[in-house]
């Protein structure tokens, strides 16, 4: 697994050893920053489930301004805390040994960007989704990774299903706040 482009390209990523994390592929991360790549520069990224952190670096490779990366298992976090080292991004992103709900609830700061990959079958996105959309800035994007048997409502807050697309045994699903049509 590695950086796919920006100014960490071919920088080589750890995954977590002994965890039943599932990398993105880089399929379906290529297709992920293709819909992003113009949102990417300057943009505040936040990546729940970090697992390798792979998302939010790629974000950080491609200009985003800064990353917060949480997850809930230490070997995740120090596998984390390695790839950004590697990377040079060690003043840029900072990693959180944490539940992404106890992460949500005590946190005060706004993202444009959020990336979510919850371990499958658990019923975690629609719980915690609502508490990130209050999170997000105005003009947020929230890209979600979960399987397909998961169908996930068509807004939460102000956030509309913009795009959905299935990729063998993952769905991505990306949400944003619709333009004001007074915008004109």
């Known amino acids: 697994m590695r950086v796919i482009t920006g100014t960490a390209r071919g920088r080589k990523l750890m995954t977590p050893e002994g965890l039943d994390t599932r990398p993105t592929t880089d399929k379906v991360k290529e297709a992920i920053c293709s819909a ?16 390798s952190g792979q998302m939010a670096i790629e974000a950080l490779s491609r200009g985003a301004k800064c990353a917060v990366l949480t997850d809930r298992d230490q070997r995740a976090v120090s596998c984390i805390s ?3 080292r590697a990377c040079g991004f060690s003043e840029t ?15 005060t700061e706004r993202f444009d960007i959020a990336f979510l990959d919850p371990p499958y079958g658990k019923g975690i996105l629609p719980e915690i ?9 105005g003009n947020g994007i929230i890209v979600c990774e979960h399987e397909p048997e998961l169908k996930l409502p068509e807004q939460i ?18 949400y944003r706040v619709p333009e004001s049509e007074d915008a004109e």
Do not use: W
Not at 96 to 103: E, G, L, P, S, V
Not at 157 to 166: E, G, I, N, P, V
């Open 82 to 84: 390695q790839n950004i």
């Open 93 to 107: 992103a900072a990693v959180y040994k944490t539940d992404a709900a106890a992460y949500l609830q005590r946190c």
């Open 129 to 137: 989704l609502p508490e990130l959309a209050k999170i997000m800035s």
């Open 36 to 51: 992003l790549q113009f949102d990417f520069p300057s943009a505040k990224v936040l990546d729940l489930f970090a697992g």
């Open 157 to 174: 807050l102000d956030f509309h299903l913009q795009k959905q697309k299935k990729y063998g045994k993952i769905t991505v699903s990306i």
